[in-house]
Structures are given as C-alpha cells and as structure tokens.
C-alpha cells in the first residue's frame, strides 16, 4: 500500500525517509534499483524546485504547488503542512496497468476541488486512505519529532518514536484500516 | 509572632475586596457604555446599529452570565484534579523538551544533564509535599485526613498513590525492596515525562527520568525521610522505557524506623544533605 514517505524541509533538504516493507506473493520483496542515500537528497532537492516551478506554472493565483504525482508504477502524493515541510508519500499506483508514461496531474487551486479524472479510475479512495494515513503521520510528528529536545529543527529526524509511529502507520495502511 | 498580625491584615485586605470590586466595576462600566449610547439623546440609531447593539449588550450579558473564574488562590486545594482542572498533555511535553534541552545545551556528560534535570525535579518534589496529603486526604467522599508518614513503606506508598497520581494522572507501579542492601526500587512502566523523548543512540544511557527521581528525593526530603534517588533504564522488549528510580535512604531514617518499633518516638531528622 505505502512504499516511502520521505519529509523534505522548506529548504529542500532531505531530512527523513522511511522504506516501508513490502511483501508480494513468492516472498520476494519488490526490489526495485534502489539509489543510494545521496541519490535521494539530490531528489529531493529536485523535487523542491520542481514544487515551486509548477506553483509559477499556475493559470491561478495562490496555487499550491504539485499534490499528486502519478506513474504507472507507483503515486506520489505531496502533503505540505503550514510550516512548508513537505511530506511526501509514495504508494502503489491508482492503476497498474497504465500506459508506461508518467503523468504529472496536479490541483491549480488552493482548495484542490478540481481532482483529475485519473484519480477515480484507480482503486477506490487511494487519495482518501493517502491523506487518512498522511493526517496520523503529521499527527506522530507533532508528537514525537515537535517534542523532542534532541530533535533540532530543519534538521534529519533520529526519532525511534517515529521511526515506530511510522511503521505502525504503515502496518496498518496495509491491512486497509483507513 | 510578631509578623502575624501584618500578614493578617493584609491578606484579609487584599484578595477578596479588592478583586471583587474590581470586576464589579469593570462589569458595570461595560453595562453603562452599552446603555449610554441607546438613550435617545445622542442617537440615530437606523435598524442595523440597533441590531449590533442589541447583539453587543447580548454578548456582555452572556459574559457575565458565565461563571467567573475563582482566583487560583481561592479556588480549594482539597477538590481532586477532575474539578480543579488538568495541564494538558502537550503543554507538559513541550514545556519538559525546553527543559532537557536546556539540561542539555548547558554542556557535559550524561551525568551532568541528568544532575540538572534531577536539580528541577527536586524544586518540585519538595514543594509537593503538603499539597500531596491535603489532594490525597480528599480523596473519596468521607476524606479522611493523611496522618503523617512515620515508616518506609507508608512513605513510598504515599508516592505511589498519591503523589504520581497527583502529577501525572497515574500510579506508580510496584515498590520492591532489595532486604540485603536495603535499597527500595520503585518501577514506573512507562514514564510520562519521557514519552515523546527519543533520546539518541550516543547518549542511550540518559534517562530523562532523573526528572522523576529528583521528585522523589525533594519530596522524600522534605517529608522527613533523607535519601539519595537515582534513575535507571530497565526496559523491557514491551516497555522501551521502562525506569526504575533506586531510593537509599540514609541510615538516621532506618535508624529512627527500627526506633519506633521498638516503642521509641518519632523524631524529625535535620539531614545534612541540602541538596
């Protein structure tokens, strides 16, 4: 259901990723070419301005930016809180067996009322149980990276309590709880 | 004896008079604007203004309606914390990570930091006492009062009914003795303060619970049984940070205890340890 989450700070700066496991029949995990740490901050970064670039693209005024992301493999989902900490959540795609080339679809309006159409094509309420899951991981990082003297802001996350909070998050993800 | 009649008299010349007439004036002054500008004199008054104005002096009654918030002071420090109110979880937390990090910013070892958070903890304990057996006297409906503490085992049940339950909502949980060393151990599962602290691989032996144990020994201090607490990880694989805090107590108390049971009296102890 979940593949990653990785948070980027309003700098653009990588600051935390989780893999979460995956189990496909046979018990082979779905490996794919997995880049290396450093690949990931430059994606990151990447990704940062790709975010602002789209928001300057808008017909519309106040855009906010790329929400969803949708490949024929997987959906990225971008949560940004009020602070400018962007959440990304990448997840099993809307429809499997879509023709190969990425589709980049993203709201014009602050209010996100006009979703893409390739949004209802897929399973049902993957935007739903996105943002669902998204809400108790915002909600486990105010708890648990807010909270913590050792945590300084803008910087990596080493928190094992949301290390744990995350997992837990993704477990039940999984099993289809939200 | 000589300072109590100035204290007397102040204390009975300040809070209630001069607070009530206070919001008595202040109340009043707002009923007399609201009016003031409805009299026909200085009016034009077209439907809406009226309407605002209706709504205005609505509101001001409504807020006088609504009951007034006693003075801290006044309010009883019997009532449990369901009637007398509850800090929020979240204001806690965020309150103690300032705390460890200061703790933590103003420099050394583990040791140092948990020296100060233990120095804090302290301020508290020794400040909890009298509060803890007037909260722990009204507990139930016919509120027998607390008598005071004269043994080991009364005073650190004391601590873990009534005083952890007074700060943190919850009991502590068993009290164990090690008889050959005379060490008492008190076990808190999952320690309030330390719930939203992950504390770093490098510096994994800091527990944040030295918060706790200067609570303890302030309180334990203060309530005439001098002992050295410390904390201590002891996690389990299903409590990650479980905390034992190690009470010693100092060999005048066990003296005293072994005293009265022998039929000699109870005395107060002036410990050297001023902490």
């Given at each position: 259901m ?6 980027i ?6 600051v935390?990723?989780?893999i ?18 450093n ?25 906010s ?17 009020p602070?400018?900490?962007?959440f990304?959540?990448?997840?099993i ?10 589709v ?24 739903a ?26 910087m990596p ?14 477990q ?7 | 004896?000589?300072s ?14 001069s ?20 009299t ?5 008054p ?24 006693k ?11 369901n009637i ?26 583990i ?16 400040r ?43 009991r ?8 050959s ?26 527990n944040?619970?030295?918060?706790n ?39 005048s ?23």
């Open positions: 979940l593949y990653q989450l990785l948070i700070n309003k700098a653009g700066g990588l935390y990723q989780h979460f496991p995956q189990t496909r029949a046979g018990g082979t995990s779905a490996a794919s070419p997995s880049p290396n740490s690949d990931f901050l430059m994606l990151a970064g990447t990704f940062h301005s790709i975010h602002a670039l789209v928001a300057q693209f808008s017909p519309v005024a106040d855009s930016g790329l929400r969803v992301l949708e490949s024929s493999h997987f959906t990225l989902f971008c949560f940004q809180a602070t400018g900490t962007k990304l959540l990448v997840t795609p809307l429809s499997g067996l879509q023709s190969a080339s990425s980049i679809s993203h709201h014009v309006t602050q209010t996100g009322r006009t979703v893409p159409t390739s949004l209802h094509s897929g399973p049902p309420n993957l935007h149980v996105a943002t669902a899951a998204w809400r108790e991981i915002y909600l486990a990082y105010g708890a648990f990276v807010a909270r913590d003297p050792f945590h300084v802001p803008e996350i080493r928190c094992s309590r949301f290390d744990a909070a995350v997992s837990r998050i993704g039940r993800a999984s099993s289809g709880i939200y | 004896m000589s109590l009649p100035g204290f007397h008299l102040s204390s009975s010349s300040l809070p209630p008079t607070q009530n007439a206070g919001a008595q004036a202040g109340s009043s002054g707002d009923a007399v604007v609201a009016t003031g500008t409805m026909p004199g200085q009016q034009q077209t439907a809406a203004a009226a309407a605002q104005m209706r709504a205005a002096t609505a509101a001001v009654a409504a807020a006088a309606a609504q009951p007034t918030r003075n801290p002071a006044q309010r009883s420090v019997r009532k449990g914390p007398y109110g509850r800090v929020s979880l979240a204001a806690l937390a965020f309150l103690f990570s300032e705390i460890v990090k200061m703790a933590n910013e103003a420099g050394g070892g040791e140092k930091i948990e020296q100060r958070l233990f120095e804090v903890g302290y301020s508290v304990g020794i909890a006492v009298e509060l803890a057996y007037i909260r722990g006297s009204g507990l139930g409906e016919q509120s027998t009062p607390l008598l005071r503490s004269t043994t080991i085992v009364e005073i650190l049940q004391i601590i873990q009914t009534v005083l952890f339950p007074m700060l943190y909502g919850t502590l949980g068993p009290i164990e003795r090690d008889t060393r005379n060490h008492y151990y008190l076990i808190d599962d999952d320690p309030v303060v330390s719930q939203f602290i992950s504390v770093p691989a490098d510096m994994k032996d800091l944040c619970g030295a918060y144990a200067g609570i303890i020994a302030g309180f334990l201090e203060r309530a005439q049984f001098p002992a050295s607490v410390s904390a201590h990880n002891h996690a389990s694989k299903d409590l990650p940070s479980r905390t034992v805090y190690m009470v010693m107590f100092e060999q108390v066990h003296d005293r205890c072994k005293r009265l049971e022998s039929g000699g009296s109870w005395s107060p102890i002036n410990s050297p340890t001023g902490q």
